[in-house]
């Protein structure tokens, strides 16, 4: 059981060029999240989704577009990819919303993303 | 401006001590609250939560405690154990959002 996988782990991008990670969830869960980290900031959702074909934006949306097409799938892209981007990005997925009542984001082990 | 602080960003502690880990939260509308555990090159883990309706909740050796009035929780590790070194994200939800909003972390290390 793989749980939550992320791909790439690791990219390096110039400044402008476009890139896609993918999230992808073997667990039924109907809600799945992007989050990015970086130091002294936590973890900050960047969007979410409460089901196939829905998105939402989370607290740090800008410079990123996300497909959730099919249910196990999570995508987030970044059109063109700028330095404030550089950042460990982290995928999970919940049964329930937000993360309330069994209180478990499964999240996947993080894509490390440099922009130069 | 951040609903969730963990203000200590690290916290060494003795092996077999208590670490005590702690979390501020500004939004009243927060009715269910989670701790989190990051290793290194990991993803972070479920640890134990709280709902608004408990002031305690314990799970083995990890307890946390919830002050509403305060709009503080904090998480005990009795006793401390090298293998718990790590990241601890405190994180919050409720109302009707699906968000869950996470602290900054505090990096805990244990030493033998």
């Known amino acids: 059981n793989a749980g939550v996988t992320q791909t790439p782990k690791f990219r390096v991008l110039k400044t402008g060029q476009s890139m896609t990670l993918l999230c992808a969830q073997d667990m039924n869960h109907e809600y799945m999240y992007w989050y990015r980290q970086d130091p002294g900031m936590g973890l900050r959702l960047i969007h979410y989704?409460?089901?196939?074909?829905?998105?939402a934006k989370g607290e740090v949306p800008d410079g990123y577009n996300v497909s959730r097409l099919k249910k196990q799938n999570f995508l987030l892209g970044l059109e063109s990819a700028a330095p404030s981007q550089t950042s460990v990005y982290f995928c999970?997925?919940?049964?329930?919303?937000?993360?309330?009542?069994?209180?478990?984001?499964?999240f996947g082990e993080g894509s490390r993303l440099t922009v130069l | 401006d951040q609903q969730v602080k963990q203000n200590s960003p690290s916290l060494s502690v003795q092996e077999g001590r208590i670490s005590i880990l702690n979390c501020d939260y500004t939004?009243?509308?927060?009715?269910?609250f989670l701790w989190y555990k990051k290793y290194p090159a990991e993803g972070p883990t479920f640890l134990i939560s709280i709902s608004s309706i408990k002031d305690k909740n314990e799970d083995g050796r990890f307890t946390v405690f919830l002050n509403k009035s305060a709009k503080h929780l904090s998480l005990h590790i009795v006793p401390s154990q090298p293998g718990d070194s790590a990241v601890y994200f405190c994180a919050a939800s409720g109302g009707s959002s699906y968000k869950l909003i996470f602290g900054s972390g505090t990096r805990l290390l244990v030493r033998p």
């Open positions: 989704s409460v089901g196939e074909g829905t998105t």
């Open positions: 999970a997925s919940s049964y329930h919303p937000g993360g309330a009542g069994t209180g478990e984001l499964f």
């Open positions: 939004n009243s509308m927060f009715d269910y």
